[in-house]
């Protein structure tokens, strides 16, 4: 009668024992090598037997095949993951897909690591032009000519208001940089803008022997009768004539 010898064990660990007429054989299981008595884990990872993109892991007999970071798949086909269709950079960045991985870069006008970005104040830097003002934005700038200044904000020049007498009558316009200076003629008092006939007679300009006439912004001296000069001057004696 036949004894089924496998019944007591007498295989080592990781073995498989098969009973036969008289007898036994041990042999040692897949994922394992040796004699039967002894066997050894087989590293199947020495063999590549994972997929491109995959990293493999040996376990006791066997082995994990894994999909690396970037990449999706049953780690024996793995193809990259698109991870820019997640919007995984800021707002104000270019997400650029790579194999296995991408890339964050901040819109022109922002600046940081790309996945965080904050404007950049291109005015700190003085990009506008002289007589100009210069206006941060989101991700950029705007330059204006100051008030008196005319232009695309980077080149301004002066205007000259006088062309369009903004003074008011009897009164002389000076064109200055970027605006312009309003002052009465002489023979006017005001501000420029409103100015009316001084009375210069009120202040005796003429001779003492002489008649005052005030005109408009000026006056006229006339010599009383007997006497002659200019008015501002006047000589005679009234008594011969």
């Known amino acids: 009668m036949n004894i089924d010898e496998c019944l007591n064990s007498p295989c080592g660990f990781n073995t498989n024992c098969t ?39 040996n ?14 798949g049953n780690g024996t086909n793995c193809t990259d993951i698109n991870e820019c269709l997640t919007n995984p950079c800021d707002v104000n960045a270019n997400c650029t897909n790579s194999d296995g991985s991408y890339d964050c870069t901040c819109h022109v006008g922002y600046e940081g690591n790309g996945t965080i970005c904050s404007d950049v104040n291109e005015c700190e830097m003085d990009p506008c032009g002289f007589n100009s003002n210069c206006t941060n934005t989101n991700g950029s700038f ?19 208001e006088c062309q369009s007498s903004p003074c008011g009558y009897n009164a002389n316009c000076t064109n200055i940089d970027g605006s312009y200076d309003c002052e ?19 202040t005796n300009p003429c001779d003492g022997n002489a008649n005052c006439t005030n005109k408009d912004g000026s006056y006229v001296c006339t010599c009383h009768e007997g006497y002659s000069g200019n008015g501002a001057s006047c000589t005679g004696k009234p008594w011969d004539i």
């Open 59 to 72: 376990t006791g007999g066997s082995y994990l095949c894994e999909c690396k970071t970037g990449y999706e």
């Open 142 to 160: 705007i330059c204006e000519c100051q008030t008196g200044f005319e232009g695309n904000g980077t080149n301004c020049t002066d205007i000259d």
């Open 184 to 202: 009465c003629q002489t023979g006017y008092t005001g501000n420029g803008t409103n100015c009316t006939d001084i009375n210069e007679c009120q």
């Open 19 to 57: 009973n036969t007429f008289g007898s036994y054989m041990c042999k040692c299981q897949t994922g394992y090598e040796g004699n039967g008595t002894n066997c050894t884990d087989i590293d199947e990872c020495l063999s590549n037997p994972c997929g491109f993109n995959a990293n493999c892991t």
